[in-house]
Each structure stands twice: as structure tokens, then as C-alpha cells.
């Protein structure tokens, strides 16, 4: 994989509680440990075997790992994903998956750093207080406080401060950042925002420069009719659950399931999808759900399919949050955003003239602007921005993947062009599972935003986005290729897999999507496609994954699935070839 790889810094999802292992077992102890497996939880037989296996996971005396996530396979393999300590300082960098078989007995590991973790030294030149202090130059913002952490992205492993800065005025709307900084030189190792936004500044630099700006069409007001609430006879007890409508600025009127909490009061939020709920930022920079105002309604019709109606646009929020989830639990079983039955929050309304949509980690929510009147004329809460950015937190809580590097022009590398992928490709899977009339699904990423070429992005043939400058194949250069326009490697790999090159109309939609080498290639369909990549994303990728790593990836994944002989095997090789991704093609590390 390439190398250095920077990534942003979140707080992990702890599915289980996690206890340092006292001493690493001897080698003469692991068939012991081996034997012993199936006796422990997964987490505890992970953790040992990660310590029994050290010459392959890289975990030493002194590490602590602290589980993630844990995913069982039908065939009862397990997969724990592990973040690191190293003598109690976080490691960037140094997460890792441990494939279990159905006894508890190792199968081997997917790890980021592929080197050793511990730091030289462990004695820090520079105070707290002066990293804090370099961090808030750097991000133009309030520094929290500085802790030590091991940074392990570039290839050595670094001692550091891991800082996080708010109000930073590198941020659109003041959001926060968080800033390495080497504890022995001073110098800045990485300034990252902390929230994915789905409008990249070099996208709003390139509207600029064309004078061009995105004015979405809209269904205008539409009638409410239909559903209904329920009578008041029909809830004895409050709150209870209650069936709603919406009329949206995107997707027409709507079913929404909503929470009845008095006798003619209902609230926007959903007891059937663990809570989730959109809330009204009222023109405020809000990084905390909990100071959003909630969404009242004593008739529970919401919204009235205009912008002048404040709960016209939480409609579209709630909407496309509910059905995102209904996605990923019907298509993958999974519970939440982070698997861990919780809901998902929204606050819509948010700042003030902010053209622009976010995944924020620290909110744990999607936060939607308004529009900033110039660029984007109406607020961002398009169906499937709703289920791209909700992927990205998919993604923090699986395999971590993150930009190689950071600048004030935009970020970088595979990995973070892998990430953006997986938002389109998921962002796709959602729009297609809501199958809704007033917002057809398609392999169109934005194509509801009202652009001069109808779309932002599109997976059948990248590079027809002259907007970001999508890429269709892999090549060297794409270090340094603006993480949007990277991602069409992956993203034209999966089209591929599911609908196969060539000319075809899908949905009454024209694709033509050619190949690297001119090859033919017949896709297995968006289902299989839709599952080989999810299963790659949870159980075989990690913070620094490219997409020759990603291969490898989805290949493990169609070979647990379908068998390394099978047709879905060798299409996903014939998928990753026809963007030019193979094996020997991959670069060295250090290259």
C-alpha cells in the first residue's frame, strides 16, 4: 500500500469492553491458547490470538487493544476489529482485524501499519500546552487538551500530540479539527476537518470559476391526504408510536412513522428506528444534537412541500435517515449507523447561508445547510447526499478509511477516495432500495441538485464529471488526486461488477461504461455487487486501505460468499482489472 497515510482521528465505537492482555503468551503457550479458544468470548479469543500471533499482527508487550466492532458470518467465522494502545497512548494507525474461525481459532489478520509501533522515545520535548498551542495556529481555532498518542500513518512510529481544535475558521461554518503534532520537533503532522462534507471546496472553487450554481427543481407544495394519525382512542399510552405524512421539498408526500406524546402532540422522531429524529439547528452552528430544537406538530402532517415552511426540509432529513437505515438493515442486517441498535440523528436549518451537507463525528449526525444562496440555492437534503454521508458513518465505524493527506486545497489518496467511493456506491444501494417515483434511483450521484450536467458524480463512467475531474482507471498519480475525483477507481470497479460494461438502459437511464483494456465484462448484478463490498468494508479493510488493497479485499469477500472458483470471484478480479487495479500493478511499499 502507499505510504504516508494520514487519517482523521475519531472516538471509537467500543461494541465490548476491552482489558490489556498482562504479557504476550510465549510461543511454546499458543496451542495451549489455541485449544483453549472456544472457551473465551470472541473479543477475549481475538485479543489472545493477536498477542500468540504477534510475528504477523504486530502487537508487542505493552499493547492494549480495545475492540471495535465484532462481526459474526453465518458460518460462525468472527472478525474483531481492534484499535491500539501503546503503553496507554492511542496508536494512529494501528488498527487491526482478527479472523477468527468458528471455533475461536486464528485465521489470520488484517492490520494499517505494517511495521512496528513503538516510538524511539517516549519522552515528549514539547509541552501540552505548546502542542496545543501549534495545534490552534495550525487550525486557526481553540485547542482542547494535547495527548500524547504514537503516530503510526508514516511508515515509523512517532511520538505526537493528537489536539482537537474548535471554531476553526479553516472550516466551513466553524466546524472543528483535529491537528497532530510531533511531540520532539514541533512540527505539524496533519490538520484534518473532522466532519465529511458532500461538497468538496474544489468543487465550489470550479462553480465559482464558471460562474455557475446548482438550483435544484422542487414538486412545490403538495396536498396532504392519505395517512393520517392516529385517533386519540387508539393510544391509551404516551408516548406511543404513531404514522405520520410529510409533504418534502425532493421526494413529494411521505410516510413518516413519528412519536405521539400527548393526545394532540406529535414529535419527529421514530420509535421504530431506535429514535432516530431531525431537529432545527435555527440558523445556529450546533455540534450538539441535544441544543436543536425538536419538530412539533398537533396534527402530525409535516412540512408543506415549500422552504417557507420550516419542517418542509426535515421531512426530506428524516426521510432519507429512515430509509438509509431501512437499507442497511434490510440489505446487511445491520443495526445503525454504528451496528449498535441506535438511532440516527439530523439537524436541518443549520448555520447560517451554508451551502453544504456533513457527516459530523462529534454530533454523531448529519447536520443540512440551508444553501448559501449563490452556489447552492436550496438546502442540501437530497435523498441520496442523505444516504452518502450517512455511509461515511458507516465507514468511521468500520474500517476507519481516511484521506493520506490534508491541505487547504482539499484532501488526498486512496484511502480517502476509497471512502468517498463506498459513500457513492451505499449513497446508490439507498436510493435504489427507497425505489421512490419522485426521485428514481439511478447510478447518479446529485443528479437532483440541478447542475449544468445533471449530475456530480456518476459510477458507469467517472470521468464524465468535468466538475471534480472523476478518474475512471488507476494510476500512480492518484497520491495526489483530490479525494472526489479518486473515487471513481472504486466506484467504476462496482458498477462494473453489478451491470458489466458496455451500452444498457437501467431505469430509463443510458449508461456506457467502458474499460481500461477494452475488455468485456458481464456484471452479477447489484445484490451480489451490494454484499461483496459490505463484507470487504466490515471484516477486511482498515484505516489505510487502497484500492489495490481493496481488491484483495473484495475478493476474500466474494471467496467467503461464493467460492474462490466461483463466477462472482473471478468477475469482481475481471471488475478490478478493467480500471486497471491488479496485482501487478500495485505499488511497493515506500514507493
Known sequence: MRKPHIRRLTVAVTVVTATTIPAVPALADVPTAAAAAAALSPVDAARAAA?????????????????????????????????????????????????????????????????????????????????????????????????????????????????????????????????????????????????????????????????????????????????????????????????????????????????????????????????????????????????????????????????SNRATVAVDAQYGITKTLDFYKKTFGRKGIKNNSTGAHAMVHFGSKVG?????????????????????????VVLDVTGHELTHGVVEATAGLEPTRVDRLGQYGEPGALNESLAD????????????????????????????????????????????GTVDYWSPQLYDTEVHAGSGVSSHAFYLLAEGSGRKTIGGVAYDSPTYDGSEVTGIGRAKALAIFYRALTRYMVSTTDFHDARTATLKAAADMYGAGSTEYKTVDAAWAAVDVTAADAPSAGN
Not at 486464528?106 to 514539547?126: F, I, N, Q, S, W
Not at 408526500?253 to 405521539?260: G, K
Not at 453544504?356 to 442540501?380: E, I, S, V
Not at 446529485?446 to 456518476?458: A, I, P, T, V
Open 51 to 307: 498477542f500468540a500471533h504477534a510475528s504477523a499482527t504486530g502487537v508487542t508487550r505493552g499493547d492494549t487493544l480495545q475492540a471495535k466492532d465484532v462481526m459474526t458470518d453465518p458460518d460462525g467465522k468472527q472478525h474483531v476489529r481492534f484499535l491500539r494502545s501503546h503503553q496507554g497512548m492511542a496508536v494512529l494507525g494501528g488498527d487491526l482485524v482478527v479472523h477468527l474461525d468458528r471455533r475461536g481459532g486464528y485465521l489470520g489478520v488484517t492490520r494499517a501499519a505494517d511495521h512496528a509501533v513503538k516510538p524511539a522515545t517516549t519522552e515528549a520535548k514539547l509541552t501540552a500546552e505548546q502542542a496545543a498551542s501549534k495545534a490552534a495556529d495550525a487550525a486557526q481555532g481553540e485547542a482542547g487538551t494535547a495527548e500524547l498518542v504514537v503516530d503510526a500513518r508514516d511508515g515509523h512510529a512517532t511520538l505526537a500530540y493528537q489536539v482537537r481544535v474548535t471554531d476553526s475558521r479553516t472550516a466551513e461554518a466553524g466546524g472543528s479539527r483535529t491537528v497532530v503534532v510531533d511531540a520532539l520537533t514541533g512540527q505539524v503532522r496533519s490538520d484534518t476537518p473532522d466532519s465529511d462534507e458532500f461538497i468538496s471546496p474544489a468543487l465550489g472553487r470550479t462553480l465559482r470559476k464558471r460562474g455557475e450554481s446548482a438550483t435544484p427543481g422542487t414538486d412545490g407544495p403538495a396536498a396532504l391526504s392519505g395517512l393520517t394519525a392516529a385517533t386519540a382512542s387508539a393510544a391509551a399510552h404516551y408516548p406511543s408510536t404513531a404514522n405520520g405524512t410529510g409533504a418534502s421539498l425532493f421526494v413529494g408526500q411521505v410516510p413518516l412513522t413519528t412519536t405521539r406524546t400527548a393526545r394532540t402532540k406529535y414529535l419527529l422522531k421514530d420509535p421504530t428506528r431506535w429514535g432516530t429524529e431531525t431537529r432545527d439547528a435555527k440558523g445556529r452552528e450546533l455540534e450538539a444534537f441535544s441544543r436543536g430544537t425538536a419538530f412539533t406538530s398537533t396534527t402530525d402532517k409535516w412540512g408543506s412541500g415549500a422552504t
Open 425 to 468: 456506491i451505499f449513497g446508490t444501494g439507498v436510493e435504489f432500495a427507497a425505489n421512490n417515483p419522485k426521485n428514481p434511483p439511478n447510478y447518479l450521484m446529485g443528479e437532483k441538485l440541478g447542475l449544468r450536467q445533471k449530475f456530480l458524480r456518476r459510477l458507469d463512467h467517472p470521468s464524465l464529471d468535468k466538475l471534480e
Open 356 to 380: 453544504n451537507a456533513f457527516w459530523d463525528t462529534d454530533c454523531g449526525c448529519m447536520l443540512y445547510g440551508d444553501g448559501d444562496g449563490t452556489l447552492f440555492k436550496k438546502p442540501l
